[in-house]
């Protein structure tokens, strides 16, 4: 479990409620072939929501579940809804998917699991949560591919240098 610090002040207010486009992505990944990129894009500008409980310290930490043959995922939630449904107990954080990666990256999670208890469940394995710990998005480009959009670099006051 990793400990967690401040939630993101960007997410203050919010009712812990689905985006409807973001269930209807993560529903269609059986029947599309682009479905699981696109519903990964729709979980790139998506609030998620981290489960968290005490560890035995009695730290709040994000939750993680472990696979029949030893490996780890995060658990991350697209409502409360899907959250409650898991465990209700549980104390939800909401985070972008890029934060998310970066927990699984720090714990060492070998996937993201997003919605376990459904509507409809999506796991993102190693290579693509490196890629989204980077705060890199997947993007739908206008001829119906796929692209990564990267944040530019910090460019220093004055302008860039050569």
């Given at each position: 479990?990793?400990?967690?610090?401040?939630p993101?002040q960007a997410?203050?207010?919010?009712?812990g409620?689905?985006d409807p486009?973001?269930?209807i992505?993560?529903?269609?990944?059986a029947?599309?072939?682009?479905?699981?990129?696109?519903?990964?894009?729709a979980?790139c500008g998506a609030?998620?929501l981290?489960?968290?409980?005490p560890?035995?310290?009695?730290?709040?930490?994000?939750?993680q579940?472990?696979?029949?043959?030893?490996?780890?995922?995060?658990?991350?939630?697209?409502?409360?809804d899907?959250l409650?449904?898991?465990n209700?107990?549980a104390r939800?954080?909401?985070?972008t998917?890029?934060e998310?990666?970066?927990?699984a990256v720090?714990?060492?999670?070998?996937a993201?699991v997003?919605?376990l208890a459904?509507?409809a469940?999506?796991v993102?394995?190693?290579?693509?949560?490196a890629?989204?710990a980077q705060?890199?998005?997947?993007?739908?480009?206008e001829?119906?591919?796929?692209g990564?959009?990267y944040?530019a670099?910090?460019v220093?006051a004055?302008g860039a240098s050569?």
């Open positions: 479990m990793r400990q967690l610090g401040s993101n997410f203050a207010g919010d009712r409620d689905a486009q973001v269930r992505a993560l529903a269609a990944v029947d599309d072939p682009a479905g699981y990129a696109r519903a990964v894009a979980l609030r998620l981290l489960p968290i409980a560890d035995p310290d009695g730290d709040l930490s994000a939750v579940v472990t696979a029949a043959d030893g490996g780890t995922g995060l658990l991350a939630f697209t409502g409360l899907a409650l449904a898991w209700p107990s939800p954080v909401p985070c998917l890029d998310v990666a970066a927990t720090e714990t060492k999670a070998r993201v997003v919605d459904g509507p469940s999506l993102m394995e190693a290579g693509l949560i890629e989204l705060g890199r998005r997947l993007v739908e480009l001829d119906g591919g796929f990564w959009l944040r670099p910090d220093p004055g050569c």
